[in-house]
């Protein structure tokens, strides 16, 4: 059985003391726990050391467990806290009461008609509280108390080695531990030294270390699986700048020129202008009178360059309207998932970026029911 540099050492360090665990072998040996552990692992796989695994739970009061090691559980306090019964009303003014009357109840500690509380005797302290007194060993009611995060658990794995049979006669063989080489230089091929060297064996059925690839943002993948579905749905993907003029971004979807959204503080401006597109002068005219629709429209003068000016995309709907532009003949259906841009104050939950998803449906005979199965 030929054997590694690092097999033989570990095997005559372990010869020396016949049962130990890895922080002592990684003391005699110069290395690492790590290191020891896998060399180890591999002895232990060809049958020439015993591995153990000994795991060792140990168990402290969470911050909210140390308040009521001193104080009590809360429903413990509370069922202190009055005689034999109390309005429903009057307890509840109690501090504990929030969290203390629920348990009093699943306990069966109190029982609660016709507006009040009635103890159901004086129970004495149950597995959690047992254990909320003396944590560090757990116990019958360790779970409960983790479950309410009182309790944190700890577990510490500590590994034992100890030669077999098949060790000792190998180590009794005996064992030259000198250097072996792994990886060889450009200078030791070039030069011819790797003839003389000592090249460290592998096995090509040693697995290699688990190598854990890139993934996806989750985001990302939500984003992916609801394009997925609705390409499968027959809807057509929409796509288009980040910079569009206000006229798609606010006029073509009769947003009134003086609305408030339209502002400096809601949307971001840009320098730049854009021509309107051809026959504007309908939406022009929808604005300032109805343009024949039965709507007298906002009123007021609708101005071109306010409707040429640049911005930031505030939504994704424009993409559907300049769709339906193009696209005037029914059936259409066509989504998009883009990312939009609107001033906010920045906190844990918004930024002034974020994507948006977008759809339509334009067909003969679409009613509500049509919608709720898309």
């Known amino acids: ?109 109190a029982t609660i008609r016709d507006g009040m509380v009635t103890k159901a005797g004086t129970p004495p302290p149950g597995p959690d509280e ?59 091929i070039t030069s011819g030294s790797w003839k003389t060297l000592r090249l460290r064996r592998y096995s090509l059925e040693t697995l290699p270390k688990k190598v854990i690839p890139g993934k996806l943002h989750p985001y990302q993948r939500l984003m992916d699986e609801m394009r997925d579905i609705l390409l499968d749905m027959g809807f057509t993907e929409l796509s288009g700048g980040l910079v569009q003029s206000a006229f798609w971004n606010f006029d073509a979807l009769f947003q009134p020129q003086d609305h408030p959204a339209r502002e400096m503080q809601d949307t971001f401006y840009l320098d730049e202008c854009d021509p309107l597109p051809a026959r504007y002068e309908r939406v022009k005219a929808a604005h300032e009178n109805g343009a024949g629709t039965g709507s007298t429209g906002w009123g007021g003068t ?25 696209n005037p003949k029914p059936p259409v259906k066509a989504f998009c998932i883009g990312r939009v841009y609107r001033r906010e104050a920045i906190d844990p939950t918004h930024l002034p970026e974020f994507e948006q998803l977008e759809g339509i449906v334009m067909d003969e005979g679409v009613n509500f029911t049509t919608f709720s199965g898309t």
């Not at 429903?88 to 504990?96: D, F, G, I, T, V």
């Not at 709907?317 to 339906?324: A, P, W």
């Open 302 to 326: 609708w101005s071109e360059a306010k409707a040429g000016q640049c911005v930031l995309r505030t939504h994704t709907t424009l993409l559907s309207i300049q769709h339906l532009a193009a």
């Open 1 to 109: 059985m030929e054997l590694t540099a690092n097999e033989k050492r570990l095997l005559v360090a372990l010869g020396k003391r016949r049962r130990a665990g890895v922080p002592d072998l990684a003391r005699d040996l110069g290395a690492s726990e790590e290191a020891v552990l896998q060399h180890a692992r591999i002895c232990s796989e060809r049958g020439l050391v015993e591995l153990r695994k000994d795991a060792t739970k140990s168990y402290t009061l969470t911050d909210e467990g140390r308040e009521y090691q001193a104080k009590g559980l809360p429903e413990r306090q509370l069922l202190e806290s009055f005689g034999e019964s109390i309005p429903m009303k009057e307890l509840q003014r109690n501090p504990s009461a929030k969290l203390g009357i629920g348990w009093m109840r699943k306990k069966g500690w």
């Open 130 to 188: 047992l254990v909320l007194r003396s944590p560090e060993g757990g116990g019958e009611g360790a779970k409960a108390l983790m479950d309410r995060g009182l309790l944190a658990e700890h577990e510490e794995v500590a590994y034992g080695l100890s030669l077999t049979k098949a060790g000792q006669e190998a180590l009794s063989a005996g064992l030259e531990t000198g250097e072996e080489t792994g990886t060889l230089t450009k200078d030791q």
